[in-house]
């Protein structure tokens, strides 16, 4: 044990910083409580509903993989890890990621309000890890990136809803999730 005590500090300091009372979900909840990584521990904010499913993805980082359907990325022997849960009735959000190695990733979140493996534009959400407009288009890579190390990643990210006229943006109103 390298790390130890300090280790288990730093993660008790990185849990500690999640927003007061986040519900940790996802089948990887039990690697962020752990402290263990490398992993990544995502705020969602903004959630318009709590209907459906809610899911964290990781890709690879360039733009031929990135968003490319999971069986192609997998035969092809490429990264992919996708984690979902329904989401909790109330109250903040937090989804854990297990990483394969310390690198480069792309992420994505999504809210699948109606719970179908379908992503429906009219009805679902989507969120990067920078916090930029989505507007009509799918986002570049690179604004998904992450650089993660062998430890536990802390990140934010901000749902997006059609918003009319104007594409994908922050539900009208945030929720203090």
């Known amino acids: 044990m390298r790390f130890g005590v300090l280790g288990a500090a730093l993660a008790a300091s990185v849990i ?7 519900e940790l979900v996802g ?17 969602i904010v903004g959630l318009k509903d709590r209907h459906g499913e809610i899911r964290l993805e990781l890709y690879p980082a360039n733009q031929d993989d990135f968003l490319r359907a999971d069986y192609e990325l997998i035969d092809a022997g ?4 996708r ?3 329904a989401p909790p009735a ?3 959000v937090s989804m854990c990621l297990k990483l394969p190695a310390p690198g480069r990733y792309a992420m994505v979140f999504t809210h699948n309000r109606a719970g179908k493996d379908k992503f429906n534009i009219w009805h679902d959400g989507a969120g990067i890890v920078k916090a930029v407009p989505l ?23 901000h749902v997006q809803y059609l ?8 539900a009208a109103k945030e929720q203090a999730d």
């Open 163 to 170: 918003r009319g006229l104007r594409g994908f943006g922050p």
């Open 27 to 43: 089948e990887d909840a039990a690697v962020c409580r752990a402290g263990r990584g490398p992993a990544v521990l995502a705020d």
């Open 78 to 81: 490429k990264v992919f890890r």
């Open 90 to 92: 109330a109250g903040p």
């Open 135 to 157: 507007g009509y288009r799918q986002p570049r890579y690179e604004l998904a990136t992450i650089d993660a190390g062998a430890g536990m990643m802390h990140v934010t990210i």
């Open 83 to 85: 984690v979902r849960s």
């Open 16 to 22: 500690a910083a999640t927003p007061a009372a986040a």
